[in-house]
């Protein structure tokens, strides 16, 4: 019996997650080794009774006051439950801005102008379908609009971000503004690594992505550029993870594992344009955004080529000559009343209540999930301070599953591109609330950062690092202690 994945296993899952047909794999060159033979079976251990937690007052209502009862496919659209009549005006204007179709400049809507030159979607709702997470490449070579490509090349500049990639910048735009080439196109390919034994005499074959930047308008990327692939995140509960006090998150902190559990866990460090100073980083796969303003700025810039009061220089490089002299929708394309509009609504969709909280079976996949270790980086509840502005998601008792910190899963996830503080192979830990309406409101169950997992317990199953030890925990499971666990993972 073998207890963890085999090292040279490990080690051609990494070389395939970073393989670009740009930059051949940074990792000195592996011996070829034949692959393994798909594992063997782990056998059965013998049947013990399995715990079952009790339910906690208030589990069920994930965001509290704010929680609202919906499971259809639009269970991710709708405003909080406190929220009143006057706010909620705010909220549908956030919600047109969000989903409106931005035309390129000049044009006759002169408040809906400026798209491009350079872009990826032409509105936020293009990527955040539904509000949920973006869909993956199905039957295509080419990625989907909701998957996109951060770029740099190595280094930080003065405020500790990422450096672009001279050419390129720091987003690889896959559309253009008619007259002018795009940027070119993302080619992913799939590969079936070997199968992964689990208890029971079942196995799972994950899929390795390769990206490959092809098509390229503007010539050849620089050669140590960095890419980072990643999927549109859901919408929902966001304005609760900004109401989580900063001392929380230290508190959670563990850089140094002090306390011996193998799990670090430290927050991200960016800039924040408008404080004009370092903050931690909340949003994004890698803690990269201090908050949602900046956010949904910064999507407007390198998304959609739109200008606001937070980023007022366009997305195009000093070497995109046409692109700099292109038509602008103003100055800036969108103004602070309309960004305003659109950090609102991103703070104030609701998380819908969970389904089956209370069951024996959901109570047994909750215990597991305590037991797999899950719950040291999902962390499972916490309370919200005052968030200025939003009195509908202060003081609320929450229960995202998350700690927003950076913890390191090992290299077979790793993008190998830092941002602010966080390294290649760091990511924040993605809430989970929400997760059992994936397929009813998007269609598909991916999952991960470039939605690279096809269902949950694949996701799992490509936890290292730091999780190592959950991930084997998962493994070593009785099948039915781990049908709980997934059980439990759908009623969230
Ligand atoms: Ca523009
Ligand atoms: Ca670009
Ligand atoms: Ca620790």
Request: aromatic letters at 6%; glycine letters at 10%; a negative charge.
């Amino acid at each position: 019996m073998r207890s963890t994945i085999p090292a040279h296993l490990m080690k051609s899952l990494q070389c395939l997650a970073l393989m670009l047909t740009l930059a051949s794999c940074g990792e000195p060159s592996a011996p070829i080794v034949k692959p393994p033979p798909d594992e063997p079976p782990i056998e059965t251990p013998e049947e013990v009774p399995l715990e079952v937690a009790p339910l906690e007052p208030g589990e069920a209502l994930m965001g509290g006051a704010t929680t609202v009862f919906r499971t259809d496919p639009e269970a991710f659209l709708q405003p909080v439950a406190n929220i009143t009549v006057e706010r909620k005006s705010r909220f549908l204007l956030g919600e047109a801005n969000f989903e409106v179709d931005w035309v390129s400049a000049p044009s006759s809507q002169r408040d809906r102008d400026g798209l491009g030159p350079l872009f990826h979607a032409t509105s936020c709702l293009a990527c955040h379908v539904g509000n949920g997470r973006g869909a993956p490449v199905v039957g295509s070579a080419y990625a989907p609009t909701p998957l996109l490509i951060r770029l740099s090349i190595p280094g930080r500049d003065a405020h500790g971000a990422p450096i672009p990639e001279p050419t390129y910048g720091d987003q690889f735009q896959p559309r253009a503004i008619t007259g002018l080439p795009a940027e070119g196109q993302v080619e992913v390919t799939y590969e079936s690594l070997p199968a992964i034994a689990l208890t029971g005499a079942s196995s799972v074959s994950l899929q390795s992505p390769s990206y490959a930047l092809v098509d390229l308008g503007y010539g050849p990327l620089a050669p140590d550029v960095r890419i980072s692939p990643r999927i549109a995140q859901p919408m929902i509960g966001l304005g609760l993870l900004a109401a989580i006090p900063d001392a929380t998150l230290l508190a959670w902190a563990d850089p140094e594992d002090r306390d011996g559990d193998g799990i670090r866990g430290r927050p991200n460090r960016v800039w924040s344009v408008k404080q004009g100073r370092e903050v931690l980083g909340r949003f994004g796969w890698k803690a990269n955004q201090p908050d949602l303003e900046h956010q949904a700025a910064g999507a407007l810039l390198g998304d959609m080529g739109l200008t606001s009061p937070l980023f007022s220089q366009s997305a195009c490089t000093a070497t995109q000559t046409h692109c700099l002299a292109a038509a602008t929708g103003g100055e800036p394309e969108v103004d602070a009343t309309n960004l305003a509009t659109l950090s609102d609504y991103s703070h104030l969709i609701a998380v819908p209540a969970r389904r089956g909280a209370e069951r024996e079976d959901v109570r047994t996949g909750k215990a597991a999930f305590q037991r797999a270790g899950c719950a040291s980086c999902h962390r499972p509840t916490t309370v919200t301070g005052e968030l200025p502005g939003f009195p509908e998601l202060s003081y609320q008792r929450i229960w995202p599953y998350t700690d927003l910190l950076l913890h390191d899963l090992g290299e077979a996830l790793a993008d190998g591109r830092d941002d602010f503080q966080a390294t290649g192979t760091e990511w924040r830990t993605p809430p989970l609330w929400g997760l059992g309406l994936t397929a009813t409101v998007n269609g598909h169950t991916h999952l991960l950062h470039d939605g690279r997992a096809r269902s949950v317990l694949e996701a799992i199953l490509w936890h290292g690092g730091e999780a190592t030890a959950s991930r084997e925990a998962v493994r070593r499971m009785s099948p039915k202690e781990r049908a709980a666990l997934l059980t439990f993972l759908d009623s969230l």
